[in-house]
T-cell receptor, first 111, second 112 residues
C-alpha cells in the first residue's frame, strides 16, 4: 500500500543553519506530494506541494523537488529562523483523494 | 474569508459516551475530510464526504460515523468512546479537482 516515511526528530539546529528533512514515499501511480507544517497548538498548514515528477514546490524559503527516480520529496531551507520551529509533515495524495501522512518531524531552532 | 471552523475546540468525555464534532468548510469548498491525530503521530484518514455521501473511508470501526449537510458542513460522530479515541480530530476541506486542502485547528478530545 501507499506510505510515507520521513526522518525521525527532533531535529535541532542553530539559527541560520541549512535544513534538510528527508521524505520518501511508496505509491502506485503518480501521487501529488505535500509538505505541511503544524505550529504548537494549531492545525496543519500547507507549506508547499508538487504534482508531477521534477516539479519543485517552494514557499517562505522552503523548497522540495519531486524525485520520481528516488521516490523522494526532501524539504530544504537555506537559512532557518527561530520562527520555523514546528512539526513538519510529508504527505501524498493517492488516487482515491486520500492524504497519506508521514509521522512528522519536530524541528527546533535555537537562537 | 473564514477558513475551516471546527467546534468545540476541546472536549472531555467519559468512556462509553458518544460525541459529535462539527466542521464548517472554507467558503467555496464542497468536500470535507476527517482525520484523527494521536499525540506525536501523523494524521490518520477517517473518511471523506462529498455531495452528502461518504466517498472514502479509512481503517476505522463503525463506531465512527459522519454526515454532510446541504451547506457542505459536516459532523463526525463517535459512539461507545474508548480511552484510545483520545486525540486531535482535524477537519480538512477542499474543492473537487483542486489539490488544496485547508485544515481547521482541530478538536482536542480527551476520553477519561
Amino acid at each position: 500500500g501507499n506510505s510515507v516515511t520521513q526522518m525521525e526528530g527532533p531535529v535541532t539546529l542553530s539559527e541560520e543553519a541549512f535544513l534538510t528533512i528527508n521524505c520518501t514515499y511508496t505509491a502506485t501511480g503518480y501521487p501529488s506530494l505535500f509538505w505541511y507544517v503544524q505550529y504548537p497548538g494549531e492545525g496543519l498548514q500547507l507549506l508547499l506541494k508538487a504534482t508531477k515528477a521534477d516539479d519543485k514546490g517552494s514557499n517562505k524559503g522552503f523548497e522540495a523537488t519531486y524525485r520520481k527516480e528516488t521516490t523522494s520529496f526532501h524539504l530544504e531551507k537555506g537559512s532557518v529562523q527561530v520562527s520555523d520551529s514546528a512539526v513538519y509533515f510529508c504527505a501524498l495524495r493517492d488516487s482515491n483523494y486520500q492524504l497519506i501522512w508521514g509521522a512528522g518531524t519536530k524541528l527546533i531552532i535555537k537562537p | 474569508d473564514a477558513g475551516v471552523t471546527q467546534s468545540p475546540t476541546h472536549l472531555i468525555k467519559t468512556r462509553g459516551q458518544q460525541v459529535t464534532l462539527r466542521c464548517s468548510p472554507k467558503s467555496g469548498h464542497d468536500t470535507v475530510s476527517w482525520y484523527q491525530q494521536a499525540l506525536g503521530q501523523g494524521p490518520q484518514f477517517i473518511f471523506q464526504y462529498y455531495e452528502e455521501e461518504e466517498r472514502q473511508r479509512g481503517n476505522f470501526p463503525d463506531r465512527f460515523s459522519g454526515h454532510q449537510f446541504p451547506n457542505y458542513s459536516s459532523e463526525l460522530n463517535v459512539n461507545a468512546l474508548l480511552l484510545g479515541d483520545s486525540a486531535l480530530y482535524l477537519c480538512a476541506s477542499s474543492s473537487q479537482g483542486n489539490y488544496g486542502y485547508t485544515f481547521g485547528s482541530g478538536t482536542r478530545l480527551t476520553v477519561v
